[in-house]
């Protein structure tokens, strides 16, 4: 079924000299439970702007999101992946990847647990005590993943993460992300400038497509099965 559909939405940004920036033009889609949808579309259409609406991180200007359960909360319902894996440097890798259940009252003795599952499931099980400096960029974007997941949120958006990863160290990641994906039947939506990594990855990929300057409508290319 249908866990949440954008109408219309939109997002205008004000500019110091009083501008108007049309961030995010008129964009419909809906997206399904259990689905991995994938959204391209070349830099600065809005892709960011609409994964940060959808994650309740900015409000749009215009249009509205339909949630089948009723709006989310944010860091509960919602998982984010960043480009650059986002972990307090200070903590643990288990420490980082248990702090949404910490920030959500999650006992420690069963945030230990699942964080410790987590991490095991993306490949990290022995290198909880880690620091994040220690980890190579694609095992501190698995521990990301990991946190993002933990809480076993509604919806994960994950908005290039590995943008920042090498090629082959890209590949073997869309390929844990396939068998992490597996195991947790998670709802997600991944953005990418690939649309090799797109058709890789996705049961559906949607194409934000530019006008000059501009953007226009969201378009769907329906690649998998229903
Ligand atoms: P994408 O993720 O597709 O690269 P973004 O959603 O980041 O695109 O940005 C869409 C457009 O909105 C870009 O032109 C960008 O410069 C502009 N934009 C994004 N965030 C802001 C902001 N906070 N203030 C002003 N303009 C913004
Ligand atoms: P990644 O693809 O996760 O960035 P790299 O290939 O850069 O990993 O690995 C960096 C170092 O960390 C290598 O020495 C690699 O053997 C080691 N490493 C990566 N993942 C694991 C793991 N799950 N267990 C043990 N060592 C690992």
Redesign the pocket.
Known sequence: GELVRAVGLTKLYKTRNGDTVEALSPTSIEIRDGEFLSLIGPSGCGKSTFLKILAGLEQPSGGSLEWRDGPPSTGADVGYVFQEPVLLPWLSILDNVRFPLDVFGVSKAEGNERAAAMLALV??G?FGKALPKEL????RQ?AAIARALVYRPRIVLMDEPFGALDLL?RD?MNDELLRIRAETGSTIVFVTHSIEEAAYLSDRVAVMSPRPGRISALHELDLGPE
Do not use: F, Y
């Open positions: 490949g990290l022995d190579s960029g694609g095992m698995r160290t073997r």
